[in-house]
């Protein structure tokens, strides 16, 4: 059989021809392309005589395909990594729903790394929910500067559970600049000469000490120091420094008027038995006046008034004497 010599036939010529079934037409096609292509003169092995199936696609196209499904597919795989990872460092479920319901476009990774660095710091699945929910900002920290800060923590003795009240009382300390927290942590070492020991247990008592200005800080315990006569270690066990400097005043002050209470000598001795700090600070002001002053609510706040007037007396005492200095040298130019 000369293949070279095959007239080229047409699909509707060898249909005509060959009644066949539906799937022997299609045989009959695919070997009827075969021999016209032979015929003109190409190879039966090399010869790409059939077009790709619709259904089949490129393969770029087929790539952009499972990428999309992996896409679909990525966001409920985090999420149960995330609620995995979570419960593994002791989160309970309802924690966890917590935790997903303070930000829902934080991706889970970014807050799976801060809430990792909050439990390697010494706290508790129940403080990092109440500190996230109290300060959701938290969860958009750079990992970074995360890390850094906590390192910073560990270096003050922060870490190990010391975290908890300070974390509660001020959560900004890890969204703080750096040299705010430094210039607090200064004033503590160079100026009131706390030890390292002492500023560790100011900073986990009392936190609040972080947002005073630092003048306000270093005066209200110079106040402490040098007008009540306490010391170092009282002025940390009995907490002074988170209490305003107003309230400090008035019932120190109000004390010493009613001779209550008196400044120690440098002996440390006074001549009447000055009432505890916490019978001062620590209690409500009706309990301040039923038990350390013993006095009336309406005495307290006629002397408030007076100590405010006070005051405010030697601004407008040192402008009189600058006057009567200026019309002494006035007078005396004249003579």
Known sequence: FDWHRLTPLTWALLARQTPQPAGQKRTAAFLLCKLMTVSSGGGLE???????????????????????????QRTPVLQEN????????GF???????????????????????????????????????????SP????????QM??????????????????????CCPEIFTMRQRDIEVIVGVLKEKCLFTVKQVTEILHRCPYVLRED??????K???????????HVD???????????????????????????????????????????????????????????????????VFKKLLAREEEEPEGCMADDESLDEEEEEDREEE
């Open 46 to 72: 090399e010869s790409s005589f059939v077009e790709p199936p619709k259904c089949a696609q490129k393969p770029e196209h087929r790539t952009g395909l499972i990428q999309c499904l992996l896409e679909k």
């Open 82 to 89: 995330f609620v995995r990872s979570l419960r593994d460092m």
């Open 92 to 134: 309970s479920d309802v924690h966890v729903n917590e935790l997903l319901s303070i930000q829902p476009g934080t991706h889970p990774q970014q807050m799976l790394d801060i809430i990792s660095e909050l439990i390697l710091l010494g706290l508790n699945p129940e403080p990092v929910c109440v500190a996230l929910k109290k």
């Open 137 to 144: 900002q938290l969860l958009k920290l750079p990992v970074m």
């Open 147 to 168: 890390k850094k800060r906590s390192s910073y923590l560990r270096k003050l003795g922060l870490g190990e559970g010391k975290l908890k009240r300070v974390l509660y």
């Open 214 to 219: 630092p003048g306000e800080l270093e005066y």
């Open 221 to 231: 315990f110079q106040y402490a120091y040098f007008r009540m006569g306490i010391k």
């Open 235 to 301: 002025i940390v066990k009995t907490d002074l420094l988170q209490y305003s400097m107003t309230k400090t005043k008035q019932r120190h002050v109000f004390l010493e008027r009613l001779g209550r209470y008196q400044t120690p000598d440098k002996k440390g001795q006074t001549q009447v038995p000055n009432p505890l700090l916490k019978d001062i600070l620590r209690v409500s002001e009706a309990e301040f006046l039923a038990r350390t002053a013993v006095s009336s609510a309406e005495e307290f706040e």
